[in-house]
């Protein structure tokens, strides 16, 4: 543990993540911003830069949430004249999921079909068939996951040859000073945070453990290669300090 976090017993994470993201699903926007002081907003843009996808490109948004990715990467697709590119959004969460669906409702995209969404565990995509994405997206979701190689597992199988996965992920600040300063405002101003704005502790000091718990950058690029993904070079790259970490790799 650390300062006295109670560690959650494997059997119970599936349950206590539902919990968590039921309980944050209203307050989830504005606690990212909040919380990150709207950095994440730059480090999604920068993930879709880095994604760079073609025209017409398949993407399944996993972990999907309230759409930040989905929204970035249409956008995306929507600068270089494609209108053919699609997202399905996959999440544990129905809450979650539902702020998605209620934020994409008015849009273009879902009046011209570009959009689907299903409620599902990262861990088993039985829904989805074999080879039949372009990209696999998982932001700020696998360290929620009881088993993170079995995600990485259905992202392999469900993507097609010469597809891309690609992470976002809260990862391990290096240097020590500023890990110095990053756990205080983990382990102070988060949950303090999440009780002033979300009226709710208990959910903000599980998001801050889930981010210590998760492998370091080098050992998740690992687990990657482990599941039939290549990496370019180390497989990953650090923003802010490596507060954040983008993993990516290539089924060949
Ligand atoms: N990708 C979105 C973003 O970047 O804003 C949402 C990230 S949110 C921090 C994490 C999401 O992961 C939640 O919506 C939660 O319900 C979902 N999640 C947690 N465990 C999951 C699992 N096993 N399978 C699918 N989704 C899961």
């Given at each position: 543990t650390h300062f006295g976090f109670k560690t959650v017993p494997e059997s119970m994470k599936e349950s206590l993540v539902r919990n968590v993201f039921s309980n944050v699903a209203s307050s989830y926007d504005i606690m990212n911003d909040a919380m990150s002081m709207g950095v994440h907003r730059l480090w999604k843009d920068h993930f879709i830069r880095k994604m760079n996808p073609t025209p017409g490109a398949k993407l399944l948004?996993?972990?999907?949430?309230?759409?930040d990715i989905t929204q970035r990467f249409l956008e995306f697709q929507d600068k270089q004249g494609d209108s053919a590119s699609s997202v399905h959004m996959v999440d544990i969460n129905p809450e979650m999921l539902q702020e998605g669906e209620r934020r994409f409702a008015p849009s273009r995209w879902q009046a011209d079909g570009r959009i689907s969404f299903t409620v599902g565990n990262a861990e088993n995509l039985e829904f989805i068939p074999d080879n039949s994405f372009d990209v696999y997206t998982i932001a700020f979701g696998i360290?929620?996951?009881?088993h993170p190689e079995k995600v990485v597992r259905e992202a392999y199988r469900v993507l097609k040859p010469g597809g891309r996965f690609m992470c976002l992920e809260f990862s391990r600040v290096e240097n020590p000073l500023l890990a110095a300063v990053y756990d205080m405002h983990s382990f102070y101003v988060i949950p303090k945070m999440g009780e002033l704005?979300?009226?709710?502790r208990a959910s903000y000091e599980y998001l801050v453990e889930s981010i210590r718990k998760f492998p370091p950058q080098n050992e998740f690029a690992q687990i990657i290669r482990d599941q039939g993904f290549t990496t370019i070079g180390k497989g990953y790259e650090n923003l802010t300090f490596g507060t954040v970490a983008i993993h990516s790799g290539y089924k060949f």
């Amino acid at each position: 543990t650390h300062f006295g976090f109670k560690t959650v017993p494997e059997s119970m994470k599936e349950s206590l993540v539902r919990n968590v993201f039921s309980n944050v699903a209203s307050s989830y926007d504005i606690m990212n911003d909040a919380m990150s002081m709207g950095v994440h907003r730059l480090w999604k843009d920068h993930f879709i830069r880095k994604m760079n996808p073609t025209p017409g490109a398949k993407l399944l948004d996993v972990a999907g949430g309230t759409g930040d990715i989905t929204q970035r990467f249409l956008e995306f697709q929507d600068k270089q004249g494609d209108s053919a590119s699609s997202v399905h959004m996959v999440d544990i969460n129905p809450e979650m999921l539902q702020e998605g669906e209620r934020r994409f409702a008015p849009s273009r995209w879902q009046a011209d079909g570009r959009i689907s969404f299903t409620v599902g565990n990262a861990e088993n995509l039985e829904f989805i068939p074999d080879n039949s994405f372009d990209v696999y997206t998982i932001a700020f979701g696998i360290r929620n996951c009881t088993h993170p190689e079995k995600v990485v597992r259905e992202a392999y199988r469900v993507l097609k040859p010469g597809g891309r996965f690609m992470c976002l992920e809260f990862s391990r600040v290096e240097n020590p000073l500023l890990a110095a300063v990053y756990d205080m405002h983990s382990f102070y101003v988060i949950p303090k945070m999440g009780e002033l704005i979300a009226n709710d502790r208990a959910s903000y000091e599980y998001l801050v453990e889930s981010i210590r718990k998760f492998p370091p950058q080098n050992e998740f690029a690992q687990i990657i290669r482990d599941q039939g993904f290549t990496t370019i070079g180390k497989g990953y790259e650090n923003l802010t300090f490596g507060t954040v970490a983008i993993h990516s790799g290539y089924k060949f």
